[in-house]
């Protein structure tokens, strides 16, 4: 039984290739993070990136002499 105002946390399995899982598991070791925590952190960046797409705003990496690339997602 769940504590009052818990977050009920649900359980899925991802299939990944060899080089996804590495991946994940290199940027986790990489910025101190869980792989679960590591997926977490990219889905709400991911959510916010496509919701200020949504509304017509454009997103952007700007590099060291001001080049802009633009973030497009499918």
Known sequence: MSRPGAT????MTLNLSETDM???EALADKKGL???SLVKQALRLY???DVRLERGEKVYFEDEQKQKSEIVLL
């Not at 009920?8 to 359980?11: A, D, F, G, L, P």
Request: aromatic fraction near 0%.
């Open 47 to 49: 959510q916010t990136v």
């Open 34 to 36: 869980t792989k679960t």
């Open 8 to 11: 009920v946390m649900k359980t």
């Open 22 to 24: 590495a991946i994940i």
